[in-house]
T-cell receptor
Framework: GIQVEQSPPDLILQEGANSTLRCNFSDSVNNLQWFHQNPWGQLINLFYIPSGTKQNGRLSATTVATERYSLLYISSSQTTDSGVYFCAVERETSGSRLTFGEGTQLTVNP | DTEVTQTPKHLVMGMTNKKSLKCEQHMGHRAMYWYKQKAKKPPELMFVYSYEKLSINESVPSRFSPECPNSSLLNLHLHALQPEDSALYLC???????????????FGPGTRLTVL
């Protein structure tokens, strides 16, 4: 199956700092999504971004499909950004299967 | 409304019990999913329903039995579970992107299951 690697596995920031999370994947994909899971377990979809760049407030994401990676940028981080960030991909031949990476655990301290 | 609801929020059951998890969405999505998530691990796909038909079963043991009564509802029937089945069970829905492609997935808050 497709391999999805996220880095770093853990990240601790002070409030106001910026950060970049990375997702590498091993095969061609037709779907890539970024999710945030809060400490209570709720998964929120941040971006649907199989290619290109998108921005939503303090968050932005870029996927370079030809080089098989995606980046999630968080600017001016807030304590509410804490949680686990997952990248999930759907392989072109997998048919409706999202494969998740292991996630990046982000802690933002006040 | 981009909400997926799940009931119950928490469930404790014995290994001989039968229980059901319920998921509901009113976004008109035609694809619905069950995932299992163990602590500090990513979600793992269990089942996919597309247009109310089971399209993917990721070799899940038969003690888990999914059901899609209509396009808005998804159930997961549980019977004779094992303690290692304790996990967070997440439901999701999406527009069916066609040709086996999934669109943006929206997740419910999950049911935290403990099997004694």
């Amino acid at each position: 199956g497709i391999q999805v690697e996220q880095s770093p596995p853990d990240l601790i920031l002070q409030e106001g700092a910026n950060s970049t999370l990375r997702c590498n994947f091993s095969d061609s994909v037709n779907n890539l999504q970024w999710f945030h899971q809060n400490p209570w377990g709720q998964l929120i979809n941040l971006f649907y971004i199989p290619s290109g760049t998108k921005q939503n407030g303090r968050l932005s994401a870029t996927t370079v499909a030809t080089e098989r990676y995606s980046l999630l940028y968080i600017s001016s981080s807030q304590t509410t950004d804490s949680g686990v960030y997952f990248c999930a991909v759907e392989r072109e031949t997998s048919g409706s299967r999202l494969t998740f990476g292991e996630g990046t655990q982000l802690t933002v301290n006040p | 409304d981009t909400e997926v609801t799940q009931t119950p929020k928490h469930l404790v059951m014995g290994m001989t019990n039968k229980k059901s998890l319920k998921c509901e969405q009113h976004m008109g999505h035609r694809a619905m999913y069950w995932y299992k998530q163990k602590a500090k691990k990513p979600p793992e796909l269990m089942f996919v329903y597309s247009y109310e038909k089971l399209s993917i079963n990721e070799s899940v043991p038969s003690r888990f039995s999914p059901e899609c009564p209509n396009s808005s509802l998804l159930n997961l029937h549980l019977h004779a579970l094992q303690p290692e089945d304790s996990a967070l069970y997440l439901c999701a829905s999406s527009q069916d992107g066609g040709w086996g492609r999934t669109d943006t997935q929206y997740f419910g808050p999950g049911t935290r299951l403990t099997v004694l």
